[in-house]
């Protein structure tokens, strides 16, 4: 289905109104894919194009609006996410850390 090897994947909280089985997976080549599962299978909602490196950590925020990508290399890339409008995914900004990152995790404060 894919040219590139799936390195990490994370799951949209069931939390909101309208989000329903909603995935973010990172891959080898830098791409981050959106897909949906739906009673006829999977569909591709957006795929971006985020890091030149592989993808080593990604994570929707509590509220699933933004999403955090972070690359091997330790730079950490912010994604806006409209729930309401799944194709709606905008770059938010960037920071180029220069460090190995092991785990990323967001605070519920």
């Not at 997976?25 to 599962?37: T, Y």
């Not at 990604?58 to 091997?72: H, T, W």
Request: charged fraction near 15%.
């Amino acid at each position: 289905m894919f040219y590139s090897k799936a390195t990490c994947i994370s799951m949209a909280s069931q939390n909101g109104t309208y989000i329903k089985l909603v995935f973010a997976v990172g891959f080898a080549n830098g791409i981050v894919r959106f897909l949906q599962v739906t009673n006829a299978g999977i569909r591709l909602i957006k795929s971006l194009k985020v890091h030149k490196e592989a993808i080593s950590h990604l994570k929707f925020s509590p509220l699933n609006n933004i999403i955090c990508v972070i690359s091997v290399a330790g730079d950490i890339f912010f994604l806006s996410f409209d729930e309401t409008k799944l194709g709606n995914v905008t770059p938010y900004c960037f920071f180029e850390t220069q460090q190995s990152i092991n785990s990323l995790c967001w605070s519920a404060k």
